[in-house]
């Protein structure tokens, strides 16, 4: 069975300073792994996935994130955090496990961006 | 381009009674899914629709069914209600794609049920 842990429910940044937002999944078939964004009052948007093409996922925004199989891990990075991007951040995992890819979203980490 | 449109947005019901949400998908996607999203935690998949039909289903209860009409668009029925059915109903459209979670998904705002 697949899963999803996001080891932080809040990660607290000031504007200009680097963003990790950390995620380690659970996958016993080659996963595709996915981070989303949700501001408030708003639907879920896509930032980037990974599908066992290249390990290092560039995404909308400046977000990019790594695909490390050996750490099973799938952290979403960014250089210089902008007030736009507080928001709440959601890592997916999906794979064939059971005969189809139904995705399991983790329980999500609120990034605060301090001025 | 309209994108995905849910209705109604927030709504109010009772223990035991029944609620019927709407989704339109963004258009030229032909493939719905339904989540739920209770307060501080992700989306839990409820199921897919495609072809008017039901593809895929996740750990959720007889009471959770759904429809698929010819233009795509859907419906979530919730059957006698538990305060713990109480969340944000999300809806996805995607192009077929082989099942929800191998393709990018474009969700709306939700509708929020609140149970008393």
């Known amino acids: 069975a697949q899963s999803v842990t996001q080891l932080d429910s809040h990660v607290s940044v000031s504007e200009g300073t680097p963003v990790l937002l950390r995620c380690n999944y659970s996958s016993s078939y080659s996963p595709s792994l996915f981070w989303y964004v949700q501001h408030p009052n708003k639907g879920l948007q896509l930032l980037l996935k990974?599908?066992?093409?290249?390990?290092l996922v560039k995404g909308i925004n400046g977000f990019e994130a790594e695909f490390k199989k050996s750490e099973t891990s799938f952290h979403l990075t960014k250089p210089s955090a902008h007030m736009s991007d507080a928001a709440e951040y959601f890592c997916?995992?999906?794979?064939?496990?059971?005969?189809?890819?139904?995705?399991?979203f983790g329980r999500g980490t609120s990034l605060i961006v301090h001025p | 381009d309209a994108g995905v449109t849910q209705s109604p947005t927030h709504l109010i019901k009772t223990r035991g009674q029944q609620v019927t949400l709407r989704c339109s998908p963004k258009s030229g996607h032909d493939t719905v899914s339904w989540y739920q999203q209770a307060l501080g935690q992700g989306p839990q998949f409820i199921f897919q629709y495609y072809e008017e039909e039901e593809r895929q289903r996740g750990n959720f209860p007889d009471r959770f069914s759904g429809h698929q009409f010819p233009n795509y668009s859907s419906e979530l029925n919730v059957n006698a209600l538990l305060l713990g059915d109480s969340a944000l109903y999300l809806c996805?459209?995607?192009?077929?794609?082989?099942?929800?979670?191998?393709?990018?998904?474009?969700f709306g705002e939700g509708s929020r049920l609140t149970v008393l």
């Open positions: 997916v995992v999906s794979d064939a496990s059971g005969g189809s890819y139904i995705p399991t």
């Open positions: 990974y599908t066992s093409a290249a390990t």
């Open positions: 996805a459209s995607s192009l077929t794609s082989g099942g929800p979670g191998t393709g990018e998904l474009f």
